[in-house]
């Protein structure tokens, strides 16, 4: 990416429109509904022959008190901040409003470069907003519909010249690094090629989700407060940890589904399973106060079904008095709740604090490694003679007992394993948990999903 744009502007004007078509995605989560978008979402976007990266911020609004409001305008300001481009974005139909002129205003006095944009501008309906435009000060408005794609030309054209000042930037730093290269200064020709880990932070609202994220970036990246349900989409962050690259992905507060009423919260959940769904390691962060309830098991077992790692935090752990207790209480519901995937590493924090933060990324990646184990097929079937040896299968309905000739791992992500049989049947469930308990035992796969698929020959007199 050469170049970073904020999209800016009052709420409801298409500023996630916009960046859903910029980014060729739909990212970000669109409503009717004034103020959706809470948190700053990031996207790599383009225009024709031209990359940028682009943030979708949330509405701007005239206030400064302690409000939800003003949180998100700080919020939008530092991302103004991080910017190389703003892109201040008006309704074209509805004109410039009172507000419009006092965010032009506060943007003038900022160093980055403007450009102003006129949205739903279809059929010329925005003409008349856009001439008003003109009274910014901010040169040319642009007339746009981001709903249909019109008007991107336009856009092309007047990001052009920060396009081609990024990119000689970026070739003059090429310029100095191949000169220090010429002197014989040491450069790192080793680049590790890996996708990051994709890690989704899920729980119930106003668990600290948003805060465990701030703690882990350093930074105050994710809007806060005591108020539920502030997260409305899953916002994914670029991060490094340890010299290992994530893509670290909050998510919305996940409610029973009979208390989901409204369509915008329909929304978020969806937006949160599809997170799930993507995710390879999934962090349930848990009220200390209110741990393991029946929507964190459901949860818990979502993850599990996906095939995904699951790391439990337990968070405002500082303000529990007995703990030993409280953690007995978490394992205990696992045990009885959880079966299907025993020894979850549970670490307990306080994500306003930070305390306990530290070991939750270590517990991350050694469910991670765990995921993607691959056991030797050798080893496989020397414990597999064994497994049936203490314990054969039972009967089968046609009173036959199932021969289980080999094993092998058909992949990782999880650990899935096939058992070949040389007659046709299926293995009891009470049997498939003694060989799934047997390879957490001997290979150490806790704290992630085990898969085991039967696979027989066709029988030629059928």
Same mark, same amino acid.
Request: hydrophobic share 40%.
């Given at each position: 990416?050469?170049?970073?744009?904020?999209?800016?502007?009052?709420?409801?004007?298409?500023?996630?429109?916009?960046?859903?078509?910029?980014?060729?995605?739909?990212?970000?989560?669109?409503?009717?509904?004034?103020?959706?978008?809470?948190?700053?979402?990031?996207? #790599? !976007? *383009?225009?024709?022959?031209?990359?940028?990266?682009?943030?979708?911020?949330? @509405? +701007?609004?005239?206030? &400064?008190?302690? /409000?939800?409001?003003?949180?998100?305008?700080?919020?939008?300001?530092?991302?103004?901040?991080?910017?190389?481009?703003?892109?201040?974005?008006?309704?074209?139909?509805?004109?410039?409003?009172?507000?419009?002129?006092?965010?032009?205003?506060?943007?003038?006095?900022?160093?980055?470069?403007?450009?102003?944009?006129?949205?739903?501008? #279809? !059929? *010329?309906?925005?003409?008349?907003?856009?001439?008003?435009?003109?009274?910014? @000060? +901010?040169?040319?408005? &642009?007339?746009? /519909?981001?709903?249909?794609?019109?008007?991107?030309?336009?856009?092309?054209?007047?990001?052009?010249?920060?396009?081609?000042?990024?990119?000689?930037?970026?070739?003059?730093?090429?310029?100095?690094?191949?000169?220090?290269?010429?002197?014989?200064?040491?450069?790192?020709?080793?680049?590790?090629?890996?996708?990051?880990?994709?890690?989704?932070?899920?729980?119930?609202?106003?668990?600290?989700?948003?805060?465990?994220?701030?703690? +882990?970036?350093?930074?105050?990246?994710?809007?806060?407060?005591?108020?539920?349900?502030?997260?409305?989409?899953?916002?994914?962050?670029?991060?490094?940890?340890?010299?290992?690259?994530?893509?670290?992905?909050?998510?919305?507060?996940?409610?029973?589904?009979?208390?989901?009423?409204?369509?915008?919260?329909?929304?978020?959940?969806?937006?949160?399973?599809?997170?799930?769904?993507?995710?390879?390691?999934?962090?349930?962060?848990?009220?200390?106060?209110?741990?393991?309830?029946?929507?964190?098991?459901?949860?818990?077992?979502?993850?599990?079904?996906?095939?995904?790692?699951?790391?439990?935090?337990?968070?405002?752990?500082?303000?529990?008095?007995?703990?030993?207790?409280?953690?007995?209480?978490?394992?205990?519901?696992?045990?009885?709740?959880?079966?299907?995937?025993?020894?979850?590493?549970?670490?307990?924090?306080?994500?306003?604090?930070?305390?306990?933060?530290?070991?939750?990324?270590?517990?991350?990646?050694?469910?991670?490694?765990?995921?993607?184990?691959?056991?030797?097929?050798?080893?496989?079937?020397?414990?597999?003679?064994?497994?049936?040896?203490?314990?054969?299968?039972?009967?089968?309905?046609?009173?036959?007992?199932?021969?289980?000739?080999?094993?092998?791992?058909?992949?990782?992500?999880?650990?899935?394993?096939?058992?070949?049989?040389?007659?046709?049947?299926?293995?009891?469930?009470?049997?498939?948990?003694?060989?799934?308990?047997?390879?957490?035992?001997?290979?150490?796969?806790?704290?992630?999903?085990?898969?085991?698929?039967?696979?027989?020959?066709?029988?030629?007199?059928?």
């Amino acid at each position: 990416m050469t170049f970073t744009i904020a999209i800016i502007g009052r709420p409801n004007v298409g500023k996630s429109t916009l960046f859903n078509r910029l980014v060729g995605k739909r990212l970000a989560i669109v409503d009717d509904t004034p103020g959706v978008t809470r948190d700053r979402r990031e996207g #790599e !976007g *383009n225009i024709s022959d031209i990359s940028f990266r682009l943030f979708d911020t949330a @509405g +701007l609004e005239d206030v &400064i008190d302690d /409000s939800i409001e003003s949180r998100m305008r700080e919020q939008t300001e530092r991302a103004v901040g991080d910017a190389d481009v703003a892109l201040l974005l008006i309704d074209g139909r509805v004109g410039v409003t009172p507000t419009d002129e006092h965010f032009a205003n506060w943007l003038r006095r900022q160093k980055v470069p403007v450009i102003v944009g006129v949205n739903k501008c #279809e !059929g *010329n309906q925005g003409e008349s907003g856009r001439l008003e435009a003109y009274s910014f @000060g +901010l040169g040319e408005p &642009i007339a746009l /519909s981001a709903e249909h794609g019109q008007g991107l030309d336009g856009l092309y054209d007047a990001l052009i010249p920060h396009h081609e000042a990024a990119q000689a930037k970026l070739d003059a730093n090429r310029d100095q690094e191949d000169i220090f290269e010429d002197r014989g200064e040491e450069s790192d020709d080793e680049e590790v090629i890996s996708r990051p880990m994709q890690l989704a932070i899920v729980g119930r609202p106003n668990v600290g989700k948003s805060t465990l994220v701030n703690q +882990l970036l350093g930074s105050e990246r994710m809007l806060t407060g005591p108020e539920a349900g502030i997260t409305r989409d899953s916002i994914a962050t670029d991060w490094t940890w340890d010299g290992r690259d994530i893509k670290l992905v909050d998510t919305a507060g996940l409610r029973r589904r009979a208390r989901v009423h409204e369509k915008l919260e329909h929304l978020s959940v969806n937006d949160t399973f599809r997170a799930i769904q993507y995710a390879q390691i999934v962090v349930l962060v848990l009220d200390a106060d209110q741990p393991l309830e029946k929507q964190d098991l459901t949860i818990a077992r979502r993850v599990v079904d996906e095939g995904r790692g699951l790391v439990i935090a337990i968070n405002k752990w500082d303000a529990v008095k007995d703990r030993a207790a409280a953690l007995q209480l978490v394992n205990d519901r696992l045990q009885t709740s959880l079966p299907q995937i025993r020894g979850v590493k549970i670490v307990t924090i306080s994500a306003k604090t930070g305390k306990g933060v530290d070991r939750l990324l270590p517990a991350v990646f050694d469910v991670f490694d765990t995921w993607n184990t691959r056991v030797p097929t050798g080893a496989l079937n020397r414990w597999l003679s064994g497994m049936l040896e203490a314990h054969p299968p039972p009967m089968g309905t046609h009173g036959k007992r199932l021969t289980i000739r080999y094993a092998t791992q058909i992949k990782a992500r999880p650990p899935t394993f096939a058992l070949f049989s040389s007659t046709v049947g299926k293995l009891s469930d009470s049997y498939l948990r003694y060989l799934t308990n047997g390879l957490r035992d001997d290979f150490g796969l806790d704290g992630v999903p085990i898969r085991i698929i039967t696979r027989s020959g066709k029988n030629p007199f059928i």
